[in-house]
């Protein structure tokens, strides 16, 4: 059956950087950040959410900041397409983590939300989530090379060196953020206690699992040849405007929410979701052949059956 889609050639277009710096504190992330910055670009914004550590390196590098002081994603979304608006060519984010875990991040807006009569954290998320989602498209979207720090969660471990003497050592392992928010990025690296960059995530083929003491320069330099490296990138279309309010999610959209959280934070098997699903869409909208026909009263009243389901299935304690 022909469908009237066709392919066309693969070209490479000239980008920008979608950077992600993830490790515990004291790695040097804010400074690897700045240093790669002023290879990238001449004009360079930076979002401070560290009550203004960011400038006490001042004295060294050249940049605006913003300290921001509620850590709601709508705050960054505003203070991101203000850099864009206002011509940077380089935007830090500093910190992206607290967008996730700091005050008036998601979340403590799923908690908040969760508190008010008839609500749950599940209800709580189909708020949260659309806003979060505007986040990852607003720095995708960004005409600004975007550098983003993240807190990494940290642990300590015990080793012997070649000697036999114990050490202990501080690693840091995912980063704090949405599970899968690094793959965002074009060029994601961890950093640890001795300011070692590790790349463990790239598109940029002469970074493909490099491992760099101190970088600085040298290796933004790398970075830039590759984004620059390519044709033209398209224009937006001219009547592109940054949104101020994320849209809200569809009754599918809420159905398919519900789902992800019991699989992902309850951790109840996918196909048993499912099932439970389909069941209970019979039940309540068996006109409705799949979850893109339901109304929004089906689904509010599926989604509620499908939490009743988890608590009397799974225990009081995963609800």
């Known amino acids: 059956m022909t469908t009237g889609l066709t392919f066309r050639r693969a070209t490479k277009a ?8 993830i490790g515990p504190s004291g790695s040097g992330k804010t400074y ?13 914004a930076l979002i401070d959410t ?3 550590s960011a400038s006490k390196y001042a004295d060294v590098f050249t940049f605006d900041v913003l300290e921001l002081t509620d850590f709601a994603p709508k705050a960054y979304v505003e203070a991101i397409e203000a850099a864009g608006a206002a011509g940077y060519d380089v935007l830090i984010i ?25 609500c749950n954290k599940y ?39 070649e000697k036999g003497n114990t050490t202990i050592r501080k690693v840091g392992l ?17 950093m640890d206690a ?24 040298e290796t933004a330099e790398v970075i830039k040849a590759w984004l620059s490296d390519g044709v033209d990138a398209p224009e937006p279309p001219p009547s592109y405007a940054p949104a101020t309010k994320a849209a809200a999610p569809g009754p599918a959209d809420r159905v398919r929410l519900l789902q992800r959280n019991l699989n992902t934070d309850l951790s109840l098997p996918a196909d048993d979701i499912i099932a439970a699903t389909k069941a209970i869409r019979k039940q309540i909208a068996p006109e409705a052949e799949k979850l893109e026909d339901l ?19 799974h225990g009081a304690t995963t609800v």
């Not at 995912?174 to 961890?190: N, T």
């Not at 109304?295 to 299935?313: D, P």
């Open 14 to 21: 000239r980008a920008r950087a979608r950077i992600a710096l």
């Open 32 to 44: 690897t950040a700045l240093l790669f910055a002023q290879t990238l670009g001449e004009r360079v």
């Open 50 to 52: 560290e009550h203004g």
């Open 94 to 118: 500093d910190s992206l983590s607290h967008a996730w875990a700091g005050k008036g991040g998601a979340l403590e807006m799923v908690d908040n939300a969760a508190a008010r009569p008839g």
């Open 123 to 161: 209800t709580a998320w189909r708020d949260v989530t659309p806003w979060h989602n505007r986040l990852i498209d607003t720095i995708i979207a960004s005409p600004c090379h975007v550098i983003a720090t993240m807190r990494a969660k940290t642990e300590y471990v015990i080793e012997k060196d």
């Open 174 to 190: 995912a980063p704090v953020q949405r599970d899968g928010m690094e793959y965002e990025f074009d060029i994601v690296a961890d």
């Open 194 to 217: 001795s300011n070692t960059l590790m790349v463990s995530k790239t598109r940029c083929p002469a970074l493909r699992q490099a491992t760099v003491r101190m970088p600085g320069a």
């Open 295 to 313: 109304t929004e009263e089906q689904a509010e009243a599926i989604c509620l059956a499908l939490e009743e389901w988890a608590f009397n299935v």
